[in-house]
């Protein structure tokens, strides 16, 4: 193996060399330069031409870029850049969009199936930053990425650097610039006291987990134009026992369900246990239910999220029940 000094400046060298060598035989073969531009235009062109007709995928060929996506968002994201033609395995649980539930399964970052992603012959693993990942087994097969995705900052820098890991830093840059432009949004002065939480099982409340306001989902939050409940930031597991909630005493509160569809049955057992409590949302009738599959989405699909919220923060307060 090269020293790292002699390796970095090994190709300067040969570069150098090479424009020596070629200008003292032009200069002693000045006749000889038109056919050699001649060739080696000619060279360029058959190559671009062969890989332009090259019948394979995009992620078949031997120089292609071949990515393992072992994050949710990240895959959302990828195709959301168009890069999605070099997306070769997911994780577990990418189930957007529909293209990507098509795609090979290689476990997570936290419990990688090895023998998979090994087997897809990745140039790029990326996942989502992770006390416990496995980044060690996953660099010994490809490098390896692991983007921090906690806050709208962290979102928004890992989305650029998607783009320039891609080379689709345009398609990068804008899909920032959107996420950036609407989830920026501070609540106005006055807005509702809102605590929106994790749907649990109807009829069990020993404990209430929460949207943290340090999150991407407390953004989406102030965003829609409520003011977390809990005020302060949490680096803590996001749970309340029910006596805080009580103290509390949130204004409004919404309920998010990550499922596409709800039985009203269902929805009324979820707002039957929060108005059994003594809190001003239940006395205002101020509790909702927020449910469909962008509920658990912290990549694009988040926006749809905040549409969502916005609508319900506006119907709680204006049209109590």
Known sequence: MFAPHVAAEGPALARSSGRAGATEEAARHPASRPARRAFVLGAASSALLAWACDPRPPAERADALRIISLAPSITETLFAMGADESVVGVSDYCDYPEGAQRRPRAGTALTPNIEAIASLRPTLILSQR?????????????????????????????????????SREAAAEALAATLEERLSQRPPEGAPRVLMVLGSTPGKMSEIWFLRRNALHGTVL????????????????????????IALDPEVVLILVGVDRIEDSVEARYIADWKALPIAAAKRGAIRVIHGPEVKSTGPRILGLLDKVTAAIHDATAHPR
């Open 222 to 245: 102030e965003a829609a134009g409520g003011r977390n409940a809990v005020a302060e930031d949490i680096s803590r597991t996001p749970n309340l026992p029910l006596e805080r909630v």
């Open 130 to 166: 992770a006390q416990g990942s496995r980044v060690e087994a996953l660099r010994a097969i490809a490098r390896t990425e692991l983007l921090p995705w906690l806050t709208l900052s962290e979102v928004l820098s890992s989305t650029r650097a998607l783009g320039r890991l891609t």
